[in-house]
């Protein structure tokens, strides 16, 4: 049976997207425009589509997370167990054992600061510069923090962040690199940036490019959707897994996912990955969107352990990977 499920399970790898970019003359447009070789500062093209990313994450609604499929308490006891060994412990928690204390911290696409905030209730850090292109969420984030001096904001975009070299102790990006294009210089600043033997921590996406799954992939999120009980009132809730229209890339995030599945071989070539998990490849295009519904069903909690077992041999496999907690160190 096993061999079986993996056998299957084996065409569920992600494909490559260039056909599927080629169909799309609107998502060319916009590629084409902020290529490696045109991400510059006078670019009219780029600066639009970089306000819209500041507007779009200035103004983040965060009452949408309650429906995040990692909201799930049970998804959660099963995220924190792969990163921290413990259910009940989370990745912070984790990074405090192991190296107590950071004094000098920076944090790529810290947002409103609630992740930093922790940090430093943990004492964690010491001091964290963040740094971000939405500046109204940083600056809220600040005026709520019971760390005000200890958290030094600095609106940036990240694609074109210049960092100090070897300055930093700890480096964090928390679901922030997947929004950006211009992966490799944002990973040689944060390596220029530590200080030798100093430690990267990256929690984030690394699923198919502006989540192009694959036919494969979708065949089995529904099999597994179409288990879902009926909730009287709401079709949604069973509503399918579909592959996003590139054609209406225009009403998103415009950076979301744009080379998603390429970070952890550009991380590769310039770090040393001490500590690496990944999860979430079957959880997400599952129960994404839902997982306020499943909090009102307890029984469904044994259903929802049930899809983190079988998301966890998907990841053992190699297959089907979405997120990742990663620790790297500088050598």
Request: overall charge neutral.
């Amino acid at each position: 049976m096993v061999v079986e499920f993996e056998q299957y399970v084996k065409k569920i790898m992600p494909r490559p997207i260039k056909e599927r970019l080629k169909k799309s003359p609107f998502f060319q447009k916009i590629i084409n425009k902020i290529r490696k070789k045109d991400l510059r500062l006078n670019s009219e093209t780029y600066q639009k589509l970089l306000e819209q990313e500041a507007k779009e994450w200035s103004s983040f609604d965060r009452e949408k997370l309650k429906d995040e499929w990692c909201s799930h308490l049970e998804v959660s006891k099963y995220i924190n167990f792969l990163c921290s060994g413990s259910p009940y412990e989370a990745w912070w928690d984790y990074l405090k054992k192991e190296y107590n204390h950071f004094e000098k911290a920076a944090s790529l696409g810290a947002g409103d600061l609630t992740v930093e905030e922790i940090l430093l209730v943990k004492d964690l850090c010491g001091q964290i510069d963040c740094f971000d292109i939405a500046e109204e969420a940083m600056k809220k984030g600040k005026e709520n923090s019971r760390f005000p001096d200890k958290l030094n904001i600095h609106v940036t975009d990240c694609n074109f962040i210049e960092l100090p070299p070897n300055h930093y102790d700890f480096i964090l990006v928390h679901h922030a690199f997947h929004h950006l294009q211009n992966l490799e210089h944002v990973a040689d600043e944060i390596k220029k940036s530590l200080k030798p033997g100093g430690i990267f921590a990256l929690n984030d996406f690394i699923g198919e490019s502006y989540f192009q799954w694959s036919d494969e992939k979708i065949k089995l999120a529904n099999e597994i959707i179409k288990s879902f009980p009926d909730i009287d009132g709401d079709p949604n809730f069973k509503s399918p897994c579909v592959r996003p229209s590139l054609s209406e890339l225009k009403n998103f995030s415009p950076f979301e996912a744009i080379r998603s599945q390429e970070i952890l071989d550009v991380l590769k070539k310039r770090f040393t990955c001490i500590k690496q998990v990944k999860y979430g490849g079957l959880l997400y295009v599952t129960i994404q969107g839902k997982a306020s519904k499943f909090k009102d069903i307890p029984e469904m909690n044994s259903f929802i352990r049930l899809l983190c077992v079988i998301d966890s041999l998907c990841e053992k496999l190699g297959l089907l990977q979405a997120f990742t907690f990663s620790i790297y160190k500088k050598v």
